[in-house]
């Protein structure tokens, strides 16, 4: 970006650093009172393993599919093909999709495209993806994502996902119903 080449570190490199931040917050567990309180080695065993996963691309193509599978019946959101036959834990190879950046508005304007819209099916994605799916894009942000020139939304970048148990799903469905009902007295 901006002309300078970027390095991604080596797994080995990653797995060192895990074990350095092992380390150090075992030390705080240990040695300071306060940071007991923030469990700071389940933590960064929680971050090692997130990291971990993200390093094997056919995990995320797993997930891209899972996703696809979820979506199959939307006409208004795309996930790009997997080519297993060319993807590895090294490499990840998809589908080209072109597309649009949802902040640029002057693409958006030249195709027709309404912003108001775009947002509307990307809530209503990523309600589907909590509220019925319980599998959902753990990292949204506008760079996981872009809209098609047909105004689709093209989601992509699913090395970090999230789960959510059926009851679990139950009780933020339940949660959320009272939240726009203004009725928060009926599920506590």
């Known amino acids: 970006r901006n002309g300078k080449e970027i390095t991604i ?21 240990k040695y300071v009172q306060r940071a007991r309180d ?10 090692a393993d997130w990291t971990l996963r993200e390093l094997d691309f056919t995990v995320e193509g797993t997930n891209a599919d899972h996703f696809r599978e979820n979506f199959k019946d939307s006409d208004r959101i795309s996930i790009p093909e997997i080519y297993w036959n ?13 597309g649009i950046h949802p902040g640029d508005r002057a693409a958006l304007k030249k195709y027709r495209i309404s912003g108001k819209q775009v947002a509307a099916v990307a809530m209503r994605a990523t309600l589907e993806q909590y509220f019925t799916h319980g599998f959902f894009q753990a990292d949204p942000h506008p760079g996981n994502f ?4 047909d105004g689709r ?9 999230g789960y959510l148990r059926d ?17 928060l007295e009926s599920y506590l």
Not at 13 to 21: A, H, M, P, S, Y
């Open 153 to 161: 939304v093209c989601m992509h970048d699913f090395g970090i996902v």
């Open 86 to 98: 060319y993807t590895t834990p090294k490499t990840l190879t998809m589908e080209f999709v072109d």
């Open 167 to 183: 009851d679990l799903r139950l009780s933020l469905t339940r949660a959320f119903v009272a939240f726009t009902q203004k009725d």
């Open 9 to 29: 570190p080596s797994a080995e490199v990653i797995k060192n650093d895990i074990r350095i931040l092992l380390y150090l917050a075992g030390l705080l567990e």
């Open 38 to 47: 923030f469990s700071p080695v389940h933590i960064v065993k929680e971050f």
């Open 146 to 149: 872009f809209i098609k020139k």
